[in-house]
């Protein structure tokens, strides 16, 4: 079930928060988030609902913002239970002995059983989950906080290996977002995704899993794709790739997975374990990737694509293909000087893809070892950044940016030496128009968007993956 959560604090928003969660399979009403829970006003809400309802009151120390002492919390939990909501989501550390006059009580209302750890994951999720088993619960939920993406991958295991329990596994924060999505191909009961605003770190908003994820259709039978890097969240690939999924009917979903390189050896290691077909790859990874790789079509040493045929990780990149597309559809590179700026993973793929279709290429790098050990491979110039502004003087025919630097609002290329006519890529897609577009779109420059490289990418990462 694809639970849609209720935080007010007012009733009129609490009732607009309810009336936009059509889309939801049952509400969660954070009673502790409400600026009162008069069982009046509460059960104007419980009307006003035309789905199953669950009932939340905690405190701060698990996630909440109930702040009374426990004589007024018990008094007020009885009171709730009046009401009679299809679920009451009770903590781990209420005592059985209430819950069982509650049950007998309000025979009707299922209690959902919750432990949440807001500090980190534990080892040892199986052992909790013995530990809060009790004879009155209808399903059991287990919630951690993901401090990294091993975090998450430990709670999706968890979920995994116990689809056939009553388990609500959540894992909190921004590394365990994808498990929110996913989880539900292992048969996670309930995800939780918000209207208005998170009631946990990490949710995603229910507009969000169902037009985009397509989350209501995903069933055990749903493979994964991925985008994994660091940072993720100004990636547009999920909007992207799910759309095409469901334009093509493909029993798949693609979501973005926090990672850093440390955390490569142990995600692969997993890999084999669930369902994932293939990975678009962003920074800091598209080298580090490499040495995972069972083959690697690009032969130049940074990928962005991984595909998953037969086991085996093929590694594939399509960043210098559609750079240098989004280019060409404006003038051939063949002997125009191009200044390409950086030396990581996308700047790589440019700068080959590029001396293949025999531009007369400079490369240049804050950290100049680096950009020369490309420039040497690929006999072509390269040069510290701060030689920049003294060859752009000299004359050029085109600039990329394939630094991060205008995610930032920083422009490494000095606005003064721009020549009018000449052609300027910036590879980021947030900002679309970065501080570089706009200085040389006001020197009369030809600009050319991340979002054009963005698309052709995007475009040749989903044909390889199909």
Known sequence: MLAAVITGPDLFSAKRQIKNSKDADIIEIR????????????????????????FSLRRKEHGGKYSQHDKKMFFDLERLFTLEPDYFDLEHDIPLEFIERM???????????????????????????????????KFYKIATYANSNSDALKMLDFIKENSNENVIGVSIGEYGSFVRIISKIFNNKINYSFVDKMSSPGQISLEEMVNVYNYKNLNEDSKIYALIGDPIDQSLGHVYH???????????????????????????????????????VSMPLKEKVVSFLDEDISKVGSVNTIIVKENKLIGYNTD????LDAIERKVKVKDRKVLLIGAGGTAKAIAHEAMKRNANLYIFNRDEPKGFEIASKLRCRSFGLDKLSNIMTD???????????????????????????????????????????KEANAKGCIVLYGMEMFINQAKKQFANAN
């Open 103 to 137: 049950t007998k009580k309000h025979p009707k209302v299922e209690i959902i059983f919750s432990y949440h750890n807001f500090q980190n994951t534990p080892e040892n999720l199986n052992d909790i989950f013995k530990m809060i088993k009790n004879p009155f619960a």
């Open 395 to 437: 004359g050029y025919d085109i600039i990329i940016n394939a630094t991060s630097c205008s995610m930032h609002d920083i422009s490494v290329v000095p606005k003064d030496s721009l020549i009018p006519g000449t052609i300027v890529l910036d590879i980021v897609t947030k900002p679309v128009d970065t501080i570089l577009l």
């Open 320 to 323: 210098g293909i559609a750079a």
């Open 242 to 280: 799910n759309a095409e999924l469901r334009k093509q009917n493909k029993n798949a979903v693609y979501v973005k997975i926090k990672m850093q390189g440390h955390e490569l050896p142990q995600f692969f290691s997993k890999l084999k374990k669930l369902p994932f077909k293939g990975f678009s």
């Open 31 to 54: 009673l502790d988030f409400l600026d009162s829970i008069a069982l009046d006003k509460v059960k104007k809400l419980q009307d006003y609902a035309d789905k199953k309802i669950i």
